[in-house]
């Protein structure tokens, strides 16, 4: 079974800079396109970004140039990192793979706040 283990959250003020990670138990990480996500309370997930195993990237237009998604395949590694952060973008964030699995990690809490 594919693990997911997100981490680097934590509390920034608004501005700053956070860099998350997920780390991916999965032999074939490399051809898998790859996504985070992010869920507050009361709401679902929604979807922030996609990067494809060839490195094609796409942005939710709320995050699009402050954030960048990006990859390290020989460390099965995912990447979020987020710049000029905003208290709207508090949220435990989550990653994973397309098509989805039908299971999530556990996430790493974002706190934006002054």
């Known amino acids: 079974q594919v693990q997911l283990v997100e981490s680097g959250g934590g509390l920034v003020q608004p501005g700053g800079s956070l860099r998350l990670s997920c780390a991916v138990s999965a032999p074939n990480f490399s051809i898998n396109a790859m996504v985070w996500f992010r869920q507050t309370p009361g709401k679902g997930r929604e979807w922030i970004a996609t990067?494809?195993?060839?490195?094609?990237?796409n942005y939710l237009t709320s995050v699009k140039g402050r954030f960048t998604i990006s990859r390290d395949n020989a460390k099965h590694t995912l990447y979020l990192q987020m710049n000029s952060l905003k208290p709207e973008d508090t949220a435990v964030y989550y990653c994973?793979?397309?098509?989805?699995?039908?299971?999530w990690g556990q996430g790493t809490q974002v706190t934006v706040s002054a």
């Open positions: 994973n793979k397309l098509p989805l699995l039908n299971y």
């Open positions: 990067i494809t195993h060839n490195g094609d990237t």
